[in-house]
């Protein structure tokens, strides 16, 4: 069975950093493109970051570009994106999904698995 735990979610303020993790079992973390969603509250779910599988080749949607930055760690079978220079337009919940033999999409339908979510919320 697979399965995520995600953590590193709070309150910080604007300008401030966060780093989320999420750690899958269950499963080899090796082969799948892993990659991290945000919905805000009335807003429809956004991918905005993702690390491809095998060669670790990233990408992000312009709105967090030069701001975000996401890593894998396979030993500990652990994603993070660090998040730097938090807006209050970053405040969403944010989960994180597996995608197993994909590439470079953050189209929801493709993620085989998927995080319960973590919330971040940047406020002064």
């Known amino acids: 069975q697979v399965r995520f735990v995600e953590s590193g979610g709070g309150l910080v303020q604007p300008g401030g950093s966060l780093r989320l993790s999420c750690l899958v079992s269950?499963?080899?973390?090796?082969?799948?493109?892993m990659s991290w969603h945000r919905q805000a509250p009335g807003k429809e779910r956004e991918g905005i970051v993702l690390l491809n599988s095998g060669d670790d080749t990233t990408y992000y949607v312009d709105s967090v570009k030069g701001r975000f930055t996401i890593s894998r760690d396979n030993a500990k079978n652990t994603v993070y994106p660090q998040m730097n220079n938090l807006r209050p337009s970053d405040t969403a919940v944010y989960s994180c999904a597996a995608g197993f033999a994909i590439r470079s999409t953050l189209e929801p339908a493709q993620y085989d698995y998927w995080g319960q979510g973590t919330q971040v919320t940047v406020s002064s």
């Open positions: 269950g499963t080899n973390f090796r082969l799948y493109t």
